[in-house]
């Protein structure tokens, strides 16, 4: 008995240490900034890491106002007053910073941990519900999970969040209804750091928490004073309040604002920038069920429902544990919640990876149950190599029967590819014509169809030079309406086919020429801004239209099927 745990040891570290190793190569190669809110998170690590470095190098502070200042640093958005994403990922990523330097590679780098924590959390879960087999399939399924290996080579908070959420299952389950002092310590602390990660780590552990409440609680009302496990509920909850509390001690309007936002009363920016729908319709009920198929993969999706029915039937020790860490929340998010997007539900992927193993490890006739597991992996290498390793833009999924079984997710791939953008040039011609120490205000204007996207300019530009502050028009039009007055340079990205005439100087903002441009290469966008945002934006197409302030032309930079344009103020 003892070699077999032994043998399925190995196996675990050594598929950890692929995944690991795999993903080290895939982000190493590339340097995309793909997916939803990665480029915001990204220009908020820097941010951080910039703020934290300051406080830290700073030799007038005593040792406890610099505690105080990352103290208060942690409990404030470090770039927009609205933003209610806590700074834990923001913290990792200056570890990474300052290990390996100011880099893409470095902010990816950090989320390495994040997925050793998930892919042994994940064994270790299987291993206590069923067996050492299950634990080791559920890990390998998880990972070659679209979703799951595209989001680690991304940096954004959901996979972290899976990681913490595992992680706080494990203690939850491991503490033995808070019977274990050791494990209800280390509950707190995953889950207070997991709510430093991102706030949504409570909506996955209450469920599974309050079962788990209701058990140890119902045994040891005789003599509470003296019970033990009642001492270690009450350890755990001061401790994860307490790490908690460092961003949401002072966020709790804003949270309560956020809630109201994405529940009962969605914002018309809402509504047209994420994945809105009516409550109670049958497309917000069935969203996630029919959603869930592409970050999945079909065999896995289909192994899992039938799975999932036998397991309902099944009497297992930890089952309620199981079913409120995956039923609850999909619930919650199906029925409450309006904002639908299939990473919401990334943090009950271990659950599904679990009984998925589980599934196939109870089939019966060993010569079914090998042709599942050999079709399992074959799959799993073809979709794994298919979806890292041939870019996008050479799929035509329409006409290739076999690719649509490999579903695109959030965080879609371009394949291992570098783009140099030249940032040092662009930065070498605001310097030229600036002092070196001079803080400059510049607005950031992309028009092309792929790379580079606004956002990715944005961070590169504040990675590569702190005393830049660079704004993007579109997307933060309230922020450029506000610093317009102080705008020193426009960075303008254009693809060289252009149909728009650049000369060596521009009316900028003004010119309809250049608005209609613009308004073409971005239609849906400003569209949705002109309803979403009246006031603010329409406010900016006034000055679009109706300032008369020059900026002259200082240089001109060509990046593979695009060219900037360097633009300064004429004082």
Not at 212 to 231: E, F, G, I, K, T
Not at 351 to 378: D, H, P, R, S, Y
Not at 487 to 515: K, T, Y
Request: proline content about 4%; glycine content about 4%; hydrophobic content about 50%.
């Amino acid at each position: 008995m003892k070699k077999n745990v032994n043998k399925y040891y190995i196996l675990t570290i050594c598929f950890i240490l692929f995944a690991l190793i795999s993903n080290y190569i895939w982000i190493k190669g590339g340097n995309s900034i793909r997916g939803d809110c990665s480029q915001n998170c990204l220009l908020f690590s820097i941010e951080f890491f910039y703020r934290l470095s300051d406080i830290i190098n700073e030799k007038c502070f005593t040792l406890w106002a610099k505690v105080n200042q990352v103290v208060y640093l942690f409990g404030n958005p470090v770039k927009f007053c609205g933003i209610y994403w806590p700074n834990g990922l923001n913290a990792t990523a200056s570890v990474f910073y300052y290990l390996f330097g100011k880099s893409l590679f470095s902010a990816k780098l950090s989320l390495m941990p994040y997925l050793f924590i998930l892919l042994l959390s994940t064994y270790l879960i299987g291993r206590k519900l069923f067996s050492d087999f299950v634990g080791l399939l559920a890990m390998f399924l998880l990972y070659m999970y679209p979703l799951i290996f595209e989001s680690f080579r991304q940096f954004q908070l959901d996979s972290p969040l899976t990681a913490m959420v595992a992680l706080s299952i494990l203690f939850l389950i491991k503490c033995n209804d808070f019977k274990s002092r050791k494990y209800s310590l280390w509950l707190g602390i995953s889950l207070g750091w997991g709510m430093l990660i991102k706030g949504q780590a409570i909506l996955y552990i209450i469920g599974p928490l309050c079962f788990v409440l209701y058990r140890a609680c119902r045994h040891c009302w005789v003599h509470p004073l003296r019970s033990r496990q009642l001492q270690n509920i009450g350890i755990f909850m001061l401790l994860s309040v307490m790490i908690a509390s460092l961003w949401w001690g002072h966020q709790i309007g804003a949270t309560v604002s956020e809630l109201m936002r994405h529940t009962v009363n969605p914002d018309r920016r809402m509504q047209f920038s994420w994945s809105w729908y009516e409550k109670y319709s049958f497309e917000s009920l069935s969203y996630y069920m029919r959603e869930l198929l592409t970050p999945l993969g079909l065999p896995f999706y289909i192994i899992f429902l039938i799975s999932f029915l036998f397991f309902l039937k099944l009497k297992v020790k930890h089952k309620g544990i199981a079913l409120c860490w995956s039923v609850f929340p999909f619930l919650l998010f199906s029925v409450l919640i309006k904002i639908k997007d299939v990473r919401f539900l990334m943090p009950v992927f271990p659950f599904m990876a679990i009984i998925t193993a589980w599934g196939v490890n109870e089939v019966k006739n060993k010569a079914i149950q090998c042709f599942t597991l050999f079709f399992i992996i074959a799959f799993c290498i073809i979709q794994y190599h298919t979806l890292s390793y041939w870019p996008l833009h050479k799929r035509n999924v329409s006409k290739i029967f076999f690719l649509k079984m490999f579903g695109t997710t959030l965080y879609d791939t371009f394949g291992v590819r570098t783009i140099d953008f030249k940032i040092d040039e662009v930065i070498n011609v605001i310097r030229r014509n600036t002092s070196a120490k001079q803080y400059i205000v510049m607005g950031v204007i992309t028009a092309c169809d792929e790379r580079p996207a606004p956002w990715e300019v944005v961070y590169w530009l504040k990675m590569k030079d702190e005393l830049l502050e660079p704004i993007h028009l579109t997307e933060m039009h309230h922020s450029f309406l506000l610093n317009y007055d102080s705008i020193d340079f426009i960075l303008l990205c254009v693809p060289l086919n252009n149909s728009l005439q650049l000369n060596s100087s521009l009316q900028w903002p003004a010119g309809e020429e250049l608005r209609m441009f613009l308004k073409t290469k971005y239609s849906d966008k400003i569209g949705e801004l002109e309803v979403a945002f009246p006031i603010t934006w329409n406010k900016v197409l006034k000055l679009l239209e109706n300032d008369r302030i020059n900026f002259q032309l200082v240089g001109k930079i060509a990046i593979e099927d695009s060219k900037y344009f360097v633009y300064k103020r004429i004082m």
